[in-house]
Each structure stands twice: as C-alpha cells, then as structure tokens.
C-alpha cells in the first residue's frame, strides 16, 4: 500500500538522526564565465570569471580557470553566462517555527501576531515544527538565502527541538538553531541542560549550530526572573554559544539592562532596536555585540521605522527576514528594498542610500553579525561554497545596459530570478528548482499542519 503523501512528507522531516544529516553528492564544480560580485573587501566584481570549488570550499575564482592547475579532476560545470554570481545572502533572524501560520495575521485586534502565534504555538507538535521549519527553509533556500539564524522560542519540549534541528540539516542550509523556552514570556525557563547536551554533541564546524535564544524580563526588580535569566546567560557563554536578544516594543529600559548588567559582548547578537539611542548603540559597538535589523516585520508590527542611518556607527550588522509567516515571504530583495525607501524617505535625498551598501548588509555585513565572516558572506579562496547565480532574462530584469549591478538586485530582482543556489558546495537549486524536493508533498503536508494547529488552538481557547 503506497506511503500517503503527507505522511511521507513527515517523515522525511523527522527522520534525519541529529548530526548525521545524509548530504547529497558533492562533486568539485566550476561555475563558468559568470559576473562574480565577491563582495570580498578589496576585490570587487569580475565582469567575466569562474569559481572553481572543490571539498565544499573556492578553491579559485578568475578567468578561463583550469581545474587541472589546481589538482583537480572531474569536475560538474555549471554555465554561469548572462548571470550574476554572488554570496548567499544570510538571513540574521528568523523564526522559521510560524512558518505554517501565514495568513493569520489579518490587522485586527482579534488577529495581532503576538497573541495569535503565542496560541498557536502552544498547540503545535513536535511534527508540525519540523514541517514548518523544513517549509521555512527550503523557502529561504529557493531566494538564495544560504545561511540563516533562527530564533527557535516555542521549544515545548525536547522532541520539538529535535524536530527543529532535524529539519534545518535536511534542508540543506546553513543554520544556527537559537534553543528557547516554551513562550515569549519569561515565566518559564529554558531547557539548557539539553541545549548543553544536543550543543556538546555537535562538531564544531557543523553546518548547523546551535545558540541561544534569550529573552529580558520585562520587570528590571523581578530578581528571581533575573537570576533564572542569568544561569542560562552564563551557561551560552561556558558553552561557547552565540546569544540572541530582542529589543524591540519598548527598546529603552530592555537595552539600559543589557549595559547596566555588563550583557553586552562578542557573540551576543541584538535584535531590532528600532529605537535604540546613539549612547546605547555606542555602547554595543563597544562592546563587540551586533546588531539584526528586519525591516519588513518593525514596520509590520508598527514598531516603527528602521533608519538604517540611524545604525551606522555599528560595526556589525546584518538583515533578518524575521519570520517567513510575519514578513509575508522569505524575500531578501524586498527587505533591501524597504530598508532603502526608509532610507531615502526619511533623508528626503535620493543619493542617501547606495545599492552596494544593501547588498553588503545582506551578504558580507550579515555573516559578521553573526561571526561567520571567515566562511561565509563573500566569495573568495578558502571560503565556504555557498553563492547564488541569478538569470537577468525577466522582463523586470530587462534593460539593463551596464553600471553597477547592485542597483539592479536592490530595485528590480525578485527571488524567482534566482537560478542556481550552492551550499557547502552542493547544488540546491538548479535551473530555477530546489533539487530533491517534494514541492507539492511538503505544501500538502504544511497546509494539513497549518489547519491541526488552529483546529487544536480554537479548542483550548
């Protein structure tokens, strides 16, 4: 008797044992005679040039590259003519567990994102998570989002968890899973005996990692909440783990807390901020944090606007999506795009944003935000293979005669452009599709998930 689709769809979300994620073929490449943005400082774009990798990793990128030369054999050659070729971008928040709640956040006070996914988180099992968060990604994926930070705080319990990081390794993106507590509240404490363990477990260049997703007691005099906030805090930084903070709603007394109670470090990863005062982001930048701007949802949710001029002492940062479900898609080119029109909207001054800046913020800037520079966020010899190549033969794409491409990306490309997307050296989209994936199982499956999550929601309310 034939597997039912959507059955099959879960299981290939949950089947994946943790840290053993059965990767797909990884033969040496040559992506050829492409426009190659390396987004490498000093480098620059090669109008006409080939990337050479081999072992997940560029070995080489120039013209009419032999890959003999380079001790290299058989090789996949991939056509890279009439193509822009560029890092991944890299997605600096998410929360890829909401992914299965588009739709359900319609404006209304009966329908604002917080109570609706706080409800409907409650009820979602460990198979949903991992349907949403696989759905989530490979959406991510299919943009040429190659790596993303993910903000899991709806770990229910520790199959949920598991399910979230079982789905991101079959995915075939480059993730770091932020392990929180059951709610967005901070009545409840985070299981860090098991981060701890799934932490200690991982090798430590794993294409997915782990963090932790903190979260601020909103009473500054709740001592217990605190103290309870503080064992988990120090645990992250004994375990070497990256933590991510929002600030956001009331940023002011949430970021005074942060420096007041000394916070603040390499691999702490803030938020938002939308509103965030020159004195507290100085005091971030100072301290080696970094910061996650996501646009698209700060103005969703009617946080306000995020001036990206406003941030520009800050070393590190990137753009988050923040939520396929919240940001509406898993759309990197909209949320430069937005972040630009704030920008010259607020300067009332057409020349106050440049295209390359956006671009480098969702490539270069976001991979060290999250301390990945050395792998990834650029293209360049020693570095991970994770690049994406985009068609320009759309219509929306037509007319272009020459300049700098980043303007074209920025104001006109759309993720449906985006052809080819390489991670760790392995092919996964080619020719405008994600290769090995069950499109159509996988929606059938979400869809089926979305409706038990509100059918279960609507009960217990």
Same mark, same amino acid.
């Given at each position: 008797?034939?597997?039912?689709?959507?059955?099959?769809?879960?299981?290939? =979300?949950?089947?994946?044992?943790?840290?053993?994620?059965?990767?797909?073929?990884?033969?040496?490449?040559?992506?050829?005679?492409?426009?190659?943005?390396?987004?490498?400082? !000093? =480098?620059?774009?090669?109008?006409?040039?080939?990337?050479?990798?081999?072992?997940?990793?560029?070995?080489?990128?120039?013209? *009419?590259?032999?890959?003999?030369?380079?001790?290299?054999?058989?090789?996949?050659?991939?056509?890279?003519?009439?193509?822009?070729?560029?890092?991944?971008?890299?997605?600096?928040?998410?929360?890829?567990?909401?992914?299965?709640?588009?739709?359900?956040?319609?404006?209304?006070?009966?329908?604002?994102?917080?109570?609706?996914?706080?409800?409907?988180?409650?009820? #979602?099992?460990?198979?949903?998570? %991992?349907?949403?968060?696989?759905? %989530?990604?490979?959406?991510?994926?299919?943009?040429?989002?190659?790596?993303?930070?993910?903000?899991?705080?709806?770990?229910?319990?520790?199959?949920?968890?598991?399910?979230?990081?079982?789905?991101?390794?079959?995915?075939?993106?480059?993730?770091?899973?932020?392990?929180?507590?059951? *709610?967005?509240?901070?009545?409840?404490?985070?299981?860090?005996?098991?981060? $701890?363990?799934?932490?200690?477990?991982?090798?430590?260049?794993?294409?997915?990692?782990?963090?932790?997703?903190?979260?601020?007691?909103?009473?500054?005099?709740?001592?217990?909440?605190?103290?309870?906030?503080?064992?988990?805090?120090?645990?992250?930084?004994?375990?070497?783990?990256?933590?991510?903070?929002?600030?956001?709603?009331?940023?002011?007394?949430?970021?005074?807390?942060?420096?007041?109670?000394?916070?603040?470090?390499?691999?702490?990863?803030?938020?938002?901020?939308?509103?965030?005062?020159?004195?507290?982001?100085?005091?971030?930048?100072?301290?080696?944090?970094?910061?996650?701007?996501?646009?698209?949802? $700060?103005?969703?949710?009617?946080?306000?606007?995020?001036?990206?001029?406003?941030?520009?002492?800050?070393?590190?940062?990137?753009?988050?999506?923040? %939520?396929?479900?919240?940001?509406?898609?898993?759309?990197?080119?909209?949320?430069?795009?937005?972040?630009?029109?704030?920008?010259? !909207? *607020? #300067?009332?001054? $057409?020349? #106050?944003?440049?295209?390359?800046?956006?671009?480098?913020?969702?490539?270069?800037?976001?991979?060290?935000?999250?301390?990945?520079?050395?792998?990834?966020?650029?293209?360049?010899?020693?570095?991970?293979?994770?690049?994406?190549?985009?068609?320009?033969?759309?219509?929306?794409?037509?007319?272009?005669? !020459?300049?700098?491409?980043?303007?074209?990306?920025?104001?006109?490309?759309?993720?449906?452009?985006?052809?080819?997307?390489?991670?760790?050296?392995?092919?996964?989209?080619?020719?405008?599709?994600?290769?090995?994936?069950?499109?159509?199982?996988?929606?059938?499956?979400?869809?089926?998930?979305?409706? !038990?999550?509100?059918?279960?929601?609507?009960?217990?309310?």
């Amino acid at each position: 008797m034939p597997i039912p689709r959507l059955l099959l769809a879960m299981c290939l =979300v949950l089947s994946a044992p943790l840290g053993h994620a059965v990767e797909a073929s990884r033969p040496a490449l040559l992506v050829e005679s492409g426009y190659v943005m390396t987004m490498a400082p !000093g =480098v620059g774009d090669l109008a006409r040039a080939d990337v050479l990798v081999r072992d997940g990793r560029i070995v080489a990128i120039g013209p *009419d590259l032999d890959p003999a030369a380079h001790g290299i054999g058989a090789v996949e050659r991939i056509d890279a003519r009439g193509h822009l070729v560029l890092p991944g971008f890299v997605d600096t928040h998410s929360h890829l567990w909401t992914t299965t709640m588009r739709g359900r956040f319609g404006g209304t006070d009966a329908t604002q994102y917080f109570p609706v996914s706080t409800a409907l988180g409650a009820a #979602a099992t460990a198979a949903d998570t %991992g349907i949403a968060m696989r759905l %989530g990604a490979l959406e991510l994926l299919d943009g040429g989002i190659t790596t993303t930070a993910d903000f899991f705080e709806n770990v229910l319990t520790p199959a949920h968890a598991e399910a979230g990081l079982a789905a991101l390794e079959t995915s075939g993106i480059r993730a770091r899973m932020y392990y929180g507590g059951r *709610d967005r509240t901070t009545r409840n404490p985070i299981n860090i005996a098991h981060l $701890e363990r799934l932490a200690t477990a991982r090798p430590a260049d794993a294409r997915v990692g782990l963090g932790l997703a903190w979260r601020l007691p909103r009473d500054r005099d709740d001592d217990a909440n605190w103290a309870m906030r503080q064992r988990e805090y120090d645990m992250a930084r004994r375990a070497g783990l990256p933590v991510q903070v929002h600030v956001s709603g009331e940023p002011g007394p949430m970021f005074d807390a942060l420096i007041d109670r000394g916070y603040l470090a390499p691999g702490v990863e803030v938020v938002h901020a939308t509103d965030a005062t020159p004195a507290q982001l100085a005091a971030l930048d100072a301290a080696g944090a970094s910061l996650s701007l996501t646009p698209v949802s $700060e103005q969703r949710v009617g946080y306000g606007l995020t001036r990206l001029a406003a941030f520009a002492g800050v070393d590190r940062q990137g753009l988050g999506i923040d %939520g396929n479900a919240l940001a509406g898609s898993a759309d990197m080119f909209a949320t430069m795009r937005l972040a630009a029109l704030t920008w010259t !909207g *607020d #300067a009332r001054d $057409e020349t #106050a944003v440049q295209p390359r800046r956006l671009l480098e913020l969702a490539t270069l800037g976001g991979a060290r935000a999250l301390r990945l520079e050395n792998d990834v966020g650029s293209l360049a010899p020693g570095k991970r293979a994770d690049l994406q190549l985009l068609r320009l033969d759309a219509p929306h794409l037509a007319g272009f005669a !020459g300049g700098d491409p980043a303007a074209l990306l920025v104001w006109s490309a759309r993720p449906s452009d985006v052809a080819t997307v390489i991670v760790d050296g392995i092919v996964r989209k080619r020719d405008g599709a994600l290769v090995g994936v069950d499109m159509p199982a996988l929606v059938e499956a979400a869809n089926a998930s979305a409706a !038990g999550l509100l059918e279960r929601a609507q009960a217990a309310d």
